[in-house]
Structure formats: structure tokens, C-alpha cells
């Protein structure tokens, strides 16, 4: 299990601020496929930060159990 | 010569007024030195501007840049607190320097009543120590991102959605810059007037980003570089994501010639656009609104713009627009790459040309 947070423009889209996720496969891609199947993100730019951690490309990535994922998209208000 | 009682007497009053806050210790009389001694431009006179920038003059900052070219409107007044009722359809810039000269009449005050543009971003940042990113669209973003990167000036970032805020400060100290937070620049992003925003939201926002410029120039506590802090109002939690320099990006003149300057040549505003061009293209999807009357129109979506571009003439002035001014210019570079010459991108797109008609309408009932 692994627990994800979404802000702005995504925790719209998914409907809650966070979640914990059944890991079905340790690929972090896999697990943005199931997000993107899930809730249809494509069309919102994000970031993603793996423990805190913001990563600039999730090729080869692995998530184990307790890690926290962050789905994080660019504001634009001001 | 200045008079040396004088000036021990301008030193206590000095002293007086601050005594507050140069009895901290991260302060004291050097730091209000620095303070005064600091030149800071905040870019935007919006929700995140009126919230930055009472603290900073009131705090003693010396030099105070503003830049805006908008002007008050009443659905502004609920968070854009600087602005009276008074001031509807005044330049935003002006009544933010009045209010700010009156709590303190020591800063020197820059005004300018215009927008940061990829022509003025340089020379303008380029007398300023600091810069504080106050906007509310993500292309100026990374303007100000790119300019000051050349100019080698630090600035403090943030941005709102809703009830959550971004806070990071880019660029300092040669740190991560917001390129190595979101790298694609050509993404369509709600700005506040789109997504709704209340105003205490952006003013504690705007709190926090007025704190870092602060920081920065005393060099006091952990200045948010390399970090993204995350605030969210509606339950009070606050994340802090770590990031690193991408070295893969580089900031240079030809990139900023290439990433702004040339877009800059390419854009238009809609008026200049409807005088001129003898082809108005629309390139948003056929369900999008408002649809427009307009002479002259053709409308091709830019989803199926490559294969029907042998409908359009390349003879033709053709001015480009969408919704927002993004995908205009995708459209601009597919039609360039087929040989099309004469072109430019109407900037802002249908949201610029009916918030122009709407001030317009605004300014009739008014005189």
C-alpha cells in the first residue's frame, strides 16, 4: 500500500486530497497508468514527488510499500 | 552636507519606528540597513501584490518597483485590499504606490503602468535585487523566470488555485528555477478569475511570499530555495516538496531570444488583429463559446489544422487566435512549417478581447 496526495487542479479531478493505493506493481509508471486510467488526468500538467521528493521522470522508478506519492500541477492564480 | 544633528536625529526616528523589529536579534540596526539598502520589483499589483506590498514598505524596504498594466475593476475590491471603490478603473499601479507612500513616505516608489513584456523584462529587472513574482498567468512565469536568470537576480515565487497556495523562491544563489519545477511552458493553467478564489486565501499566500522576501535580504532562517511549500486553507496542512537544479536546462541569451522575443514579434492584440488581417483564424474546437460574429472569420481546429491547411491562402494576412492565446500559437508554428509567412498569434485570445469590451462598456457608464 501507498498513499498518494493530490492538490489543485488533480484533487479536483480525483475528488479527494489523498488516498492509499493497493501497489499491484512496484513500476511507478504502472502506477501513473492506473491513476491516468482511473481519473483521466491527461489533460492536467503534473509534477510528482516521491517522498517529498519531486522527480523529473518516472522511467524505471520503483515505489515500495508506505511510500507516499504527491501529484502536484502548476498554479496559475495570483 | 548634511547636518550631523540632523542626521543622528533622523537616525532615532529611524530607530524608533522600527524598534520593534530590530529588537529581534535576526535583525537589529544592520538588518534594517540591509532592508533599506534593498531594491525589490514585484511583478503584478493583483491579489499576491496587495498582500506583499504593504509589508514590504511599511517594513522599510527602501526601493519599491511596481509594475501592472491593469486597472482596478470591482470584482478585484474582494481581495485586492489596497483599492477603494474610488479607484475603479484607475491603473492598479498607481493607487497601490499612493497607499503604500502613505504608510511610508520614506520608500522611493517605481511605477510602471504597463505589463512585463519579453521587450522591457530585462532592462527592468536589471535595477532590482529582488524579484517578487505576483502574477496570475503562467507565461509571464517564465519570463520572469528566464530574465532573471540572465540578470542573475533571485525571486520569490508564489501562486494560487483555489484554496491552496504555492510558495518557492527560484534562482538563488544560482538554485533550482521554476524550469526545473515545470519544464512545459505551453500548458493551459486556470488563472483566479477562472477558478475562483477568495481573498484571505491569496493574502496569507502573498504573507508568505512577502516573509521570504524578508528572509532573503536579512539572510535570516531557510530561505525556500530547492523547495516547494504547499498550503492548503481548507484544512490548514502544509507540504514541503524538495527539488533539485535541472542541469539539462539552459537559461542563455538565444534561449530567451527564442523563447520570448521571437513570440513577442509573433503576437498581436485582437483589435489591431480585426483592423488588419484579411483572414481571422479560429482554431478552437467547434463546441467552444463564445462563438464570434466577426468579417472575415475562418474557423479550422487545431486538431485538424495540419491536414486542412490547403484551405487557406497563403497570400493572406492571418491573424491566429483560441481561447486563451496558447494554442494560437501551435497553430502559428504549423502553418509556418507549410510554408505560411504571414502570421501572428492574437495574445490572449477570446478571454483577452471580451475582458477588454467588458472595461470598455465599463468606462462608457462611467463618463
Redesign the interface.
Known amino acids: 500500500m501507498i498513499s498518494i ?1 493530490y ?3 488533480v484533487a479536483e479531478a480525483t475528488k479527494r ?1 489523498s488516498e492509499n493505493l493497493e501497489l499491484k506493481s512496484s513500476s511507478l509508471e504502472d502506477v501513473l497508468k492506473e491513476l491516468h486510467l482511473k481519473y483521466n488526468l491527461k489533460n492536467i ?1 503534473v ?1 510528482l ?1 516521491l517522498n ?3 522527480i ?1 521522470s518516472t522511467e524505471g522508478v520503483q515505489v515500495k510499500k508506505n511510500d507516499e506519492l ?1 501529484v ?7 | 552636507m548634511m547636518n550631523w544633528r540632523f542626521y543622528r536625529h533622523l537616525q532615532e526616528v529611524n530607530m524608533e519606528r522600527y524598534s520593534k523589529q530590530t529588537n529581534l536579534k535576526e535583525i537589529g540596526l544592520t538588518g534594517q540597513q540591509k532592508l533599506k539598502d534593498a531594491k525589490v520589483l514585484v511583478v503584478g499589483a493583483g491579489g499576491l501584490g496587495c498582500a506583499v506590498l504593504p509589508y514590504l514598505a511599511s517594513g522599510g524596504i527602501g526601493t519599491i518597483g511596481v509594475i501592472d498594466g491593469d486597472k482596478v475593476e470591482e470584482s478585484n475590491l474582494p481581495r485586492q485590499v489596497l483599492y477603494s471603490e474610488e479607484a475603479v478603473g484607475n491603473y492598479k499601479v498607481k493607487e497601490a504606490a499612493a497607499r503604500i507612500h502613505q504608510s511610508n513616505s520614506a520608500v522611493k516608489i517605481a511605477v510602471f503602468d504597463e505589463f512585463l513584456t519579453a521587450k522591457n523584462a530585462l532592462e527592468i529587472i536589471a535595477d532590482y535585487d529582488l524579484i517578487v513574482d505576483a502574477t496570475d498567468a503562467l507565461p509571464v512565469r517564465y519570463l520572469i523566470n528566464d530574465a532573471c536568470v540572465l540578470k542573475e537576480k533571485p525571486f520569490v515565487y508564489a501562486s494560487v488555485y483555489k484554496f491552496e497556495g504555492q510558495v518557492s523562491v527560484f534562482n538563488y544563489k544560482g538554485g533550482p528555477t521554476y524550469r526545473c519545477l515545470f519544464d512545459d511552458e505551453n500548458q493551459n493553467v486556470q488563472n483566479c478569475e477562472e477558478a475562483g478564489v477568495l481573498g484571505t486565501t491569496v493574502g496569507l499566500i502573498g504573507m508568505l511570499q512577502a516573509n521570504e522576501v524578508m528572509k532573503i535580504i536579512l539572510g535570516a532562517g531557510e530561505v525556500l530555495s530547492g523547495k516547494l511549500l504547499i498550503y492548503d486553507m481548507l484544512n490548514n496542512s502544509q507540504h514541503n516538496f524538495r527539488f533539485k537544479k535541472n542541469e539539462n536546462i539552459k537559461i542563455d541569451a538565444e534561449f530567451f531570444q527564442r523563447k520570448h522575443l521571437s513570440r513577442f514579434q509573433q503576437e498581436t492584440g485582437f483589435r489591431e488583429a480585426v483592423s488588419e488581417a484579411k483572414i481571422l483564424l479560429d482554431v478552437r474546437e467547434a463546441h467552444e463559446q463564445p462563438q464570434l460574429d466577426l468579417p472575415n472569420l475562418v474557423q479550422l481546429p487545431l486538431s485538424k489544422l495540419a491536414e486542412n491547411a490547403h484551405r487557406l491562402n497563403k497570400d493572406d494576412e492571418i491573424r491566429i487566435f483560441c481561447q486563451s492565446g496558447i494554442r494560437s500559437l501551435k497553430a502559428l508554428e504549423i502553418l509556418k512549417n507549410k510554408g505560411f509567412s504571414n502570421l501572428k498569434s492574437i495574445k490572449g485570445g477570446v478571454n483577452a478581447f471580451y475582458k477588454e469590451i467588458k472595461n470598455e462598456e465599463k468606462e462608457e457608464r462611467v463618463y
Open positions: 496526495k492538490f489543485g487542479a486530497p500538467p509534477k514527488a517529498q521528493e519531486i523529473n504527491a502536484l500541477p502548476p498554479f496559475a492564480g495570483g
